[in-house]
């Protein structure tokens, strides 16, 4: 199957600074990536869906300039947290589509931790 | 506005028996398709069984198989024979055709199988 990937898997940060999280796809080419962000112990909340070449689209409640997504590529797209702060301390996961079919892959996750 | 419940947050199973997760959801989309995936403590998505709005047959893969039951809106899980690997938080998923590959996922459910 297709493999996406996300780097890094982990990262510390101190509060204020910025952290830019990576989700490439390895195999295929995606049109459409999806953000996503799991609290412990809760469900997956889509923040923003990034279409290759165009601004994303983000879902209520989702700050974007807090949260800036680029897909400058077929096979990437970043999400940068900006001024980070404890709060934003979660798993974000990405999952990424080619667009052809119905199949959605997602990526190991990154796990972020704002001290 | 499409919803999707799952109404277990966790269960106990012993090995080899099966086990049942529930899933329902709401949406007026007549073309939406439905998801199960399994989340193990690292945090990756796994895919299991889909299941489509206009498949007539009860998807199955393997050990894995989801009771569609359309009128009742309802898209529960059954995993059979279960392996202690088996442990881990199950979301059911949703997308609409209005937006295929955007995700909306129930609250999981944890599975907890013990020897």
């Known amino acids: 199957g297709a493999v996406v990937s996300q780097h890094p898997s982990w990262v510390i940060c101190k509060s204020g600074t910025s952290v830019k999280i990576e989700c490439r796809s390895l195999?295929?080419?995606?049109?459409?990536m999806f953000w996503y962000r799991q609290f412990p112990k809760q469900s997956l909340m889509l923040m923003a869906t990034?279409?290759?070449?165009?601004?994303?689209?983000?879902e209520q409640g989702v700050e974007k300039d807090k949260f800036l997504i680029n897909h400058a590529s077929l096979t990437l797209s970043t999400l940068t947290v900006t001024s980070a702060h404890p709060e934003d301390s979660s798993f974000y996961i990405c999952?990424?589509?080619?667009?052809?079919?119905?199949?959605?892959?997602f990526g190991p996750g990154t796990r972020l931790t704002v001290t | 506005a499409q919803k999707i419940t799952q109404t277990q947050p966790g269960m106990f199973v012993q090995e080899k028996e099966a086990v049942t997760l529930d899933c329902t959801y709401d949406t007026s989309d007549q073309s939406y398709g439905l998801f199960w995936y399994k989340q193990p403590s690292s945090g990756e998505m796994i895919f299991l069984i889909y299941q489509g709005s206009y498949d007539e047959q009860n998807a199955t893969e393997g050990r894995y198989s989801l009771n569609f039951q359309k009128a009742r809106k309802s898209a529960n899980l059954v995993i059979s024979a279960s392996q202690l690997g088996d442990s881990a938080m199950y979301f059911c998923a949703m997308e609409v055709s209005d937006s295929w590959g955007k995700f909306q996922f129930g609250a999981g459910t944890q599975v907890v199988v013990t020897p």
């Open positions: 195999d295929f080419q995606a049109t459409t």
């Open positions: 999952s990424a589509s080619a667009g052809t079919s119905d199949e959605q892959y």
């Open positions: 990034s279409n290759e070449g165009s601004k994303a689209t983000y």
